[in-house]
């Protein structure tokens, strides 16, 4: 489907183009970088704008261009490092907000459309179906219940609106994805519309319990779950688990998957002890690690 030329024009009002700038020290630089770009989206009229939390981890000057070439300073308002959403604030009232439709009701085979920033002003629209509604996981602790992928290949820059054919907002598109037909990952826009005020309030899904987290990047492969890398000075890499270490439990529950694995960690809360079975070489061991909150550490 080609999205309609009109419809398109209508919405790009409700986009923006994010520059964010990251002091070279903070933990986030490693792996993202400490100048990066992002597409954003007015979903309020009180200047709320919704992305994807990578975009501005760490950001200590973060400016938005609307369409219309206009220049603001955007400051965070939330990031919920387990949907992967951020909420920014702009000092602007008089634009146009995206309407939120319910990413809930959304089915396979369903027709949606990205509209991201490429640069300051400029905007490019993608097409295509939804094809997947099931779990994700990722590799930087990571996982939805529910996400979206869709053929619409992202043509911009990460954090830009997912529409459906009326308009409405149904995600916010985080990453590409390189499998047959499932071009692009989108954040279903619920998991910011269940937790609006507390996030708006107060920075956080208060009502959701804060994870352990430990630091590590788990990648499945054939022999089982392997530790491909570490984040610097988190708990994981100070309590001894190294690179290359294969996990076969969490406080003794042997754990098969991805999902597994984290299902298992996310049973306690940040700063819970847990004790994971290593396989290192042919050696088997336990290694103890005093979970973390993730926020705390990219605060």
């Known amino acids: 489907m080609d999205a309609q030329i009109g419809l398109v024009r209508a919405l790009i009002p409700v986009t923006l183009t994010l520059h964010v700038r990251v002091p070279g020290d903070h933990p986030s630089v490693a792996a993202l970088g400490d100048e990066r770009m992002g597409s954003a989206t007015l979903v309020d009229a009180q200047g709320i704008l919704l992305t994807v939390n990578y975009v501005v981890i760490g950001g200590r000057e973060i400016v938005a261009t609307l369409p219309d070439g206009r220049r603001v300073k955007a400051e965070i308002v939330a990031q919920d490092f387990d949907s992967g959403i951020a909420a920014l604030s702009i000092p602007v009232r008089d634009q146009p907000v995206a309407a939120l439709g319910d990413s809930r009701r959304l089915a396979t085979g369903q027709e949606v459309f990205i509209l991201a920033s490429t640069g300051p002003t400029l ?177």
């Open 123 to 299: 905007r490019r629209v993608s097409s295509g179906v939804i094809t997947d509604l099931g779990p994700f996981d990722a590799y930087w602790e990571y996982m939805l219940d529910s996400a979206i992928q869709s053929t619409a290949f992202n043509p911009g820059l990460g954090g830009g609106p997912l529409f459906d054919v009326r308009g409405r907002m149904v995600g916010i598109t985080s990453l590409n994805l390189g499998q047959v037909g499932r071009f692009s990952l989108a954040i279903p826009v619920h998991l910011f519309a269940e937790h609006r005020d507390d996030l708006l309030r107060h920075g956080r899904a208060r009502k959701r319990p804060r994870r352990a987290w430990v630091g590590f990047y788990p990648q499945p492969t054939a022999s089982g779950i392997v530790v491909a890398g570490l984040v610097p000075e988190a708990p994981a890499s100070r309590s001894g688990i190294r690179e290359g270490d294969m996990i076969l439990a969490v406080n003794f529950r042997e754990v098969a998957t991805r999902e597994e694995l984290y299902q298992e960690m996310w049973k306690h809360p940040a700063g819970a002890l847990l004790r994971f079975s290593i396989l290192r070489g042919d050696q088997r061991t336990t290694v103890e690690v005093v979970s973390g909150d993730r926020a705390e550490f990219y605060r």
